[in-house]
C-alpha cells in the first residue's frame, strides 16, 4: 500500500516539476483553494477572535516553518543542478576539445606539404 502511494506520489512530484500543464493546473486549483479559505478566515476573524489569535499564532508558525523549509530544499535542488550542470559542463568540454584536436590534426595533415622522395 505504501509503495503504490509513494509511487504515485513520486509521479505527481515529476509532473509538477517539469510539466507546463500539471503546473497550470495545480496553481489553478490552489487560486481556487484560497478564494474558498477567505470567506472562513473573515468570519474567524470577525466572529471569533479569540480562536483568531491562537489559530493566528499557530498558522503564522506553520508559514515561519514552511518558509524555512522551503529556503533550504530549494536550496538544495539548486546547488545539485549547479552541481551536476558542472560535471555535465566539464564532460561536455572534453568531448568538444578532443574533437577540435582531432579535426585540427587532420587539418594540418592534409596542408602539410607532401614529404620530399627518398633517393635511392
Keep these: 500500500m505504501f509503495r503504490r502511494f509513494a509511487h504515485l506520489i513520486r509521479g505527481k512530484t515529476h509532473d509538477l516539476e517539469y510539466d507546463p500543464?500539471?503546473?497550470?493546473?495545480?496553481?489553478r486549483r490552489m487560486t481556487w483553494f484560497w478564494v474558498a479559505n477567505f470567506p472562513v478566515v473573515a468570519l474567524l476573524y470577525f466572529g471569533f477572535p479569540r480562536q483568531w489569535i491562537v489559530l493566528g499564532l499557530l498558522v503564522n508558525t506553520f508559514y515561519s516553518l514552511y518558509a524555512n523549509?522551503?529556503?533550504?530544499?530549494?536550496?538544495?535542488h539548486s546547488s545539485y543542478a549547479a552541481w551536476k550542470a558542472d560535471e555535465i559542463r566539464?564532460?561536455?568540454?572534453?568531448?568538444?576539445?578532443?574533437?577540435l584536436a582531432e579535426k585540427l590534426d587532420a587539418?594540418?595533415?592534409m596542408l602539410a606539404p607532401p614529404p620530399p622522395p627518398e633517393d635511392q
Design 21 to 27: 500543464e500539471t503546473q497550470w493546473r495545480f496553481h
Design 69 to 76: 523549509f522551503d529556503t533550504e530544499f530549494d536550496g538544495v
Design 90 to 99: 566539464a564532460s561536455e568540454s572534453k568531448v568538444t576539445n578532443d574533437h
Design 107 to 109: 587539418i594540418i595533415r
